[in-house]
């Protein structure tokens, strides 16, 4: 059983910044690939950005291609995701997500995923 939290989100002005975290209660962190997740409002939960276990490895959706930074440090079970440039369009609920051994070609997909935060809210105005 490995427990997710999430941290960092809030309300921000479009074109601002935001740094989200993700702790990881689990002795082995660093076999697990790590993604990000988010679910706007009316709308499916879409793959944002993924780092393999060792972190040599990224992958990042279109939408957030050159504005996010996917990172870890599994010396402290930690995964990270840094927002730039963030616009209305980016407001969801983000969720950090293992996967265990999981390979970067497989991580854009949910379905690969073990578990689960319970999410943070981000919220861009205009």
């Known amino acids: 059983q490995v427990q997710l939290v999430e941290s960092g989100g809030g309300l921000v002005q479009a074109g601002g910044s935001l740094r989200l975290s993700c702790a990881a209660s689990t002795d082995t962190f660093s076999i697990y690939t790590m993604g990000w997740f988010r679910r706007a409002p009316g709308k499916e939960r879409e793959f944002v950005a993924a780092i393999s276990w060792a972190g040599s490895n990224t992958r990042y959706s279109d939408s957030v291609q050159g504005r996010f930074t996917i990172s870890r440090d599994n010396s402290k079970n930690m995964v990270y995701l840094e927002m730039n440039s963030l616009n209305p369009e980016d407001t969801a609920v983000y969720y950090c997500?293992?996967?265990?051994?999981?390979?970067?070609?497989?991580?854009?997909?949910?379905?690969?995923?073990?578990?689960w935060g319970q999410g943070t809210q981000v919220t861009v105005s205009s």
């Open positions: 997500a293992t996967y265990f051994y999981g390979t970067i070609a497989r991580a854009t997909s949910a379905t690969q995923y073990d578990y």
